[in-house]
Nanobody
Framework: QVQLVESGGGLVQAGGSLRVSCAAS????????MGWYRQAPGKERELVAN???????NYADSVKGRFTISRDNAKNTVYLQMNSLKPEDTAVYFC???????????????WGQGTQVTVSS
């Protein structure tokens, strides 16, 4: 099995910074795209940012210039550095990864349990 464990959420004032991390562990042959999604109360889950195994990144327009996604392939870990946080960034942040468990199987999507990020005004 594969587990994604997030850490680093919390409460911060508007304008502040937080970094969340997500480590993948378990039966892993290869990890493809890793990303962060968020879901605010009453809203659908949305993509925040993702990063390919080669480092190509993609960001939601709402976070461009403020958030930076990065990964450490040796540690199977993805990070999201969040700067200039706004109250509208408040949400549960979920880690996502496309994983091949062996070279004989195809890619499968895995999710973390989520970590709360709250930005006070």
């Amino acid at each position: 099995q594969v587990q994604l464990v997030e850490s680093g959420g919390g409460l911060v004032q508007a304008g502040g910074s937080l970094r969340v991390s997500c480590a993948a562990s378990g039966s892993i042959f290869s990890i493809g795209v890793m990303g962060w999604y968020r879901q605010a109360p009453g809203k659908e889950r949305e993509l925040v940012a993702n990063i390919g195994s080669g480092g190509i990144t993609n960001y939601a327009d709402s976070v461009k210039g403020r958030f930076t996604i990065s990964r450490d392939n040796a540690k199977n870990t993805v990070y999201l550095q969040m700067n200039s946080l706004k109250p509208e960034d408040t949400a549960v942040y979920f880690c996502n990864a496309a994983v091949r468990r062996t070279k004989w199987v195809t890619w499968a999507d895995y999710w973390g349990q989520g970590t709360q990020v709250t930005v006070s005004s």
